[in-house]
């Protein structure tokens, strides 16, 4: 088995698909996206922000705690629900929009076209329809590329942005108003230009940006309208909501609601809780019933009907009441749906390969170049995709006999759609009648036509024009993913995939015999099998397809040509949605950590070196500190020196440092004392005469200060807080290193709004003296907070001080340092950490963990030093 595995990988080396990567020393891993070669992996960038997840549970949080009853807490879970629903609904309109108008563009097109191809197929002049509808398509393709040049995150399907937010990455500009507008502008005039490229992923990405910001009742883009909303001002409930968001387009975009639900915790959300569910369902649900509402009243007139539940429909899958032989599926079809899946999975694993190959071509050679570069190859596909269509269809389809199954009545209202909407695609170019242009008929229609075509014609496909259909489409799909305009990957996996799954039925039928084979149903498993291989989808997939096709029968077949393409394409390489996060270097977290690295310890991949404020610090150690690192977070600290006393004499600020770490300090004694004094109140006089004998007998020892003994022995201040007196090259490692105390975190953002506002006390005065910030004002400038360089430092007097007690979260996660690298990942990830310390068993913190600490590149690392050292 290894020799056939070197084999396969040795023989998919050659064409890109796979390859065991060359080990890299541990200071490679520090490199930003740096590769040794051409074929080595990017690596993980450190300028990706993470999301503050965690609560900061501060005094201005526990203002809002203290005021927070039953009846507040009533109506927050009402708004809560009200914006759950609006977000739904809001998805399932901007549907709509992408539907219509892709609807009526492309109607548009091909009824020019078409009158142009039958007229001038008389009179020779073929090459005429051509340039029309190179006219149509250059334009979209054209008007497509200029939206995303206006907002780049707006390329592509924007799943693996959204999986990222939703994994705790900060995506710069990816739930943007101006992004859902470039988004749907753009993949409207995609779809509607004839690239095979989807419009259900784009709603995906659309439906998250809605959840992000409905919520928030303002955007940067429009500045000027803003409402009072002080709701949802952080990033945990935007979480959830893009969550929300995000199942929502996938129940608009197929009519699955269940599947969405399932989507978001699969693919994306890192954190779930049971709440979260109903509410994400029942957005998902919104969302469907909208959709549906809408279109089945603007298509067929039945308001109220709900005839369309998506974007994307399959049909109803039904035998020909004339077939009696004919299922469905039996169990004998079960082994070659595994085999499918084995060819899914190896078809996706090569055109994944293929598509990072192309990916990095991009990077190296387009992206550096003027932006122009970027629409003239959007251009140009466009131009090749658009002759490939013509061409073949005029040229390489064969005439085939229109069954009669086809044109015969059925009794489901559902299937008289299915059959409509099958009959009226068909195409006759170049064909006698009773028969149609099969090449023609694939590719001179919407692709979900065309999906239906596989699924519920009657009528035979040449083997030849679905070998050719699948390369055509294979290949030019790949080289359309990645191109600078909003593209989805569902629809065009999809039909590539049904028509290998077309392409096995005929030959199961014509060439072995098989007679009782239904078609339809080996087009639907080749579909699976294909986009499993891609997206490497499991549990969510499955839902999806069998709420598309309202056939429950076929949960057992899907489900297991998903699992078999998946681990037949996992043996190669990843899904392509994780094919490019790795390729714009997001430190993704996967589900859990391989079983070696619990040979690591949480000591072995913190970072000791440290950047830290003390509660009490001038304003000019502040700025310095903020302007001079790009850190997120500090460790609100005290140091430990043995001549503390003196320390305290003649300098304020100092002396308020060491009175916090007194005070904040918790020992035996004193919470005894504290416990004593609240059981004084028991009712049962025996009980107080207790208490009141162990506190006589305890207060001498009071007296002596026993606080003040044990700091004497262990804790010393900060000896110096002037810039100028930084550390020196001539300190030792004990020097540089020094014990810390940790008190508490306290965010960059949360730094700068106190300075802004000029939270701060001259160290004349006492620090109760400075201002106090309520939460609503800590959150007024979420999620864009001031820049420390755009801060006008003539307004501050560097010399004051800032109390940052009252701002720091000072009971964050912590870990020890010998703690397993599997749990330090499990806390870290199902918590929604941003940072998290490590404190020894004394309360001093020696090194801080964050998400690069964490990512499978630094952890095989680390893991390979650890052999190292053995």
């Given amino acids: 088995m290894a020799g056939c595995r070197g084999a396969l990988c040795c023989c998919c080396r050659w064409c890109c698909c796979c390859g065991e990567r060359e080990s890299r020393t541990p200071e490679e891993l520090t490199i930003l996206g740096e590769t040794q070669e051409e074929d080595d992996e990017i690596l993980p960038r450190k300028d990706y922000e993470s999301l503050d997840y965690d609560r900061c549970i501060n005094d201005p949080y526990l203002e809002v705690l203290e005021s927070m009853d039953n009846k507040k807490g009533r109506r927050y879970e009402v708004v809560k629900w009200i914006m759950v629903f609006a977000i739904g609904v809001s998805t399932g309109l901007v549907g709509l929009f992408v539907d219509f108008f892709v609807r009526l563009f492309t109607q548009l097109k091909f009824r020019v076209v078409e009158t142009s191809v039958e007229e001038c197929s008389e009179k020779g002049c073929l090459a005429l329809s051509l340039l029309e509808l190179l006219g149509f398509n250059l334009t979209f393709v054209f008007l497509a590329s200029l939206l995303v040049l206006i907002e780049p995150v707006a390329a592509g399907s924007g799943i693996p942005e959204i999986k990222c937010y939703l994994n705790g990455v900060k995506v710069p500009g990816i739930v943007r108003l101006r992004t859902l507008a470039c988004k749907v502008l753009g993949v409207l005039f995609s779809v509607a230009g004839g690239l095979f490229v989807g419009k259900e992923g784009p709603m995906i990405h659309s439906g998250a940006v809605v ?63 049971q709440g979260l569910t109903w509410k994400v369902l029942f957005c998902s649900m919104s969302a469907t019933f909208t959709l549906n509402f809408f279109r089945s009243g603007i298509q067929f007139g039945s308001w109220g009907s709900f005839q369309l539940p998506g974007l994307l429909n399959f049909g109803e899958f039904k035998c020909s009441d004339s077939d009696k032989k004919c299922h469905l599926w039996t169990a004998v079809d079960l082994g070659f749906f595994i ?28 992206h550096p170049k003027p932006k122009l570069v970027r629409v003239l ?9 658009t002759v490939v269509v013509f061409v073949a269809s005029m040229v390489l389809g064969e005439c085939r006999q229109i069954s009669s199954a086809s044109q015969s009545g059925n009794d489901s209202f559902q299937a008289q759609v299915t059959s409509e909407d099958v009959n009226s695609s068909i195409k006759t170019f170049f064909c006698p009648n009773e028969t149609y242009n099969d090449m023609a008929t694939l590719f001179f229609n919407p692709q979900e036509s065309a999906i239906l075509q596989l699924f519920h014609q009657d009528g035979t496909f040449s083997p030849i024009t679905l070998a050719l259909f699948f390369v055509l489409y294979f290949l030019l799909s790949c080289w359309t993913y990645g191109m600078s305009v909003p593209s989805g990957l569902f629809v065009p996996s999809l039909l590539c995939g049904a028509a290998f799954g077309r392409l096995v039925a005929n030959i199961l039928k014509s060439y072995i015999g098989l007679g009782h084979i239904y078609s339809g149903t080996f087009a639907l498993i080749g579909a699976a099998a294909f986009l499993g291989g891609v997206v490497r989808m499991t549990i969510s997939l499955t839902v999806i397809l069998i709420e598309s096709t309202n056939e429950i029968t076929y949960g057992l077949p899907i489900m297991i040509t998903l ?55 001038r304003i000019q150690s502040l700025v310095s500190i903020l302007r001079t690192t790009v850190h997120h977070a500090f460790p609100v600290v005290t140091e430990n020196r043995g001549n503390e006393k003196e320390f305290m004499k003649g300098n304020q600020l100092i ?59 262990r804790y010393t201040p900060y000896p110096n807080l002037y810039p100028d007196q930084s550390p020196s090259e001539d300190w030792t490692m004990e020097e540089r290193f020094r014990p810390l105390t940790f008190h508490g975190l306290i965010l960059r953002s949360q730094l700068v709004t106190l300075l802004v506002r000029g939270v701060c006390y001259s160290e004349s005065q006492s620090s109760a003296s400075q201002p106090r910030l309520s939460y609503a004002e800590m959150a007024e400038d979420y999620p864009r907070y001031p820049d420390i360089h755009d801060l006008d430092l ?28 599997s749990q330090v990942f499990n806390l870290f990830r199902t918590m929604g950490l941003r940072h998290l310390p490590v404190v020894n068993a004394v309360g001093e913190i020696v090194g801080i963990i964050t998400r690069h600490n964490l990512t499978y590149e630094f952890l095989h690392g680390r893991l390979r030093q650890h052999y190292q050292t053995i």
């Avoid at 293929?354 to 071509?361: D, E, G, I, S």
């Avoid at 190859?377 to 995709?385: G, N």
Wanted: charged share 20%; net charge neutral; hydrophobic share 40%.
């Fill in 339 to 366: 085999v499918m899946g084995v060819i899914g999975g190896l078809l996706g694993a090569t055109f994944n390969c293929l598509n990072k190959r192309l990916a990095k071509y991009r990077m190296r050679n387009v």
């Fill in 794 to 821: 003539t307004l501050l007097n560097p010399r004051m001080i800032v109390d940052v007690t009252p701002y720091m979260n000072p009971s964050p996660f912590t870990v020890s340092p010998n703690t397993h690298v």
């Fill in 563 to 617: 699992m078999v393409a998946k681990w037949t394409g996992d043996f190669f390489n990843k899904g392509i949605y994780d094919i490019h996060v790795g390729l714009r270097g997001v430190p993704l977290l996967e589900w859990e950590t391989e079983v070696e690295m619990d040979k690591l310890r949480a000591s072995d991949i913190m970072e000791p070196n440290l950047t830290y404020v003390y509660p009490h610090t």
């Fill in 377 to 385: 190859e959007s251009l140009l596909v466009s131009l090749m995709t």
């Fill in 211 to 273: 959840g992000a910001g409905l919520p928030q009742f303002q955007s940067i883009s429009l500045r000027k309208i803003q409402f009072n909303f002080p709701y949802f001002r952080s990033d945990r409930d935007k979480r959830d909501f893009v969550s929300a968001g995000a199942a929502a387009g996938v129940a608009a975009a197929f009519g699955a609601p269940i599947g969405g639900t399932l989507f978001s915790l699969e693919e994306g959300s890192s954190f779930w809780n």
């Fill in 655 to 713: 002396s308020n440092n060491i009175k916090f770490k007194k005070s904040s300090i918790l020992t035996r004694a004193g919470e005894q004392r504290k416990r004593s004094q609240s059981m004084k109140s028991y009712p049962s006089s025996e009980l107080r005469n207790m208490c009141d004998e162990h506190i006589a007998t305890e207060e001498p020892a009071e007296k002596e200060d026993l606080l003040q003994q044990m700091l004497e022995r």
